[in-house]
């Protein structure tokens, strides 16, 4: 059973805080939730600090230092539920693309004093190093989502989040599909909803900001996309933004670079 007023903890790793400050912006919603929780510790709100166990902790960012192991397992035993928001925090984020290149050498490029620099070689999600109840993705997250998660955890239920592709929003919303319209590249058919397939409505593609959908046929879309004229250096690029260490997003990304018929048809 939950405390009489659960603790509520929000933690950052390599992010650029968009995710928490999703939170803050739920603005009226989240007095309401202020009401029923104690918000214990949340450094982007307030200094004051309470002391754990937590009944709920959300995780935004990706592990990149040394130190964010250690501390990544602490909050973990502290923690009764962990949820990661974001898609640092569950793909590695847009820092992520840092593992098909040569950090080091990066490292020694931009810094005056590199050996002052302590990071890790890759940046990779929460739930490579520690178990992770609940991932709620997008760049940022949707706040309607995260007021569902927050609800469902702290209610004793299971989250309500929808799963289906964003091109499922885009026939709610009447929205023309902007691949067979216009023939523009779009990862709507890969891509998790959430957003409100806010690109497409504008007549854009959509660039998996929520990472993939659960079962995404990306080699289809590709097949696709290289048909309107994209080629393969363009379309792994495509896939390497904000998610691109999702599995699916990153086999569709090698696929590109690597498979000869995706050569053949550039």
Known sequence: MLAARPKLAVYKFASCDGCQLTLLDCEDELLAIADHIEIADFR???????????????????VTTPEDVPRLHEIRANSRVLVTIGACATAGGIQGLRNFADAEEYRRVVYARPEYIRSLATSTPIQDHVSVDFELRGCPISRAQLLEVISAYLGGRAPNVPRESVCVECKRRGTVCVVVAHGTPCLGPVTQTGCGAVCPSYHRGCYGCFGPQDTPNAP?????????????????????????????????????RTDPAHSERS
């Open 220 to 256: 289809a879309l590709s097949a696709k996309l290289l048909q309107l004229g994209m080629d393969p250096p363009s379309l792994a690029r495509i896939y390497r933004t904000f998610n691109a260490n999702a599995p699916a997003f990153e086999a569709a990304a090698n696929a590109a």
């Open 44 to 62: 982007e709100a307030s200094s004051r600090v309470v002391d754990g166990p937590f009944d709920l902790t959300l995780v935004e960012g990706s």
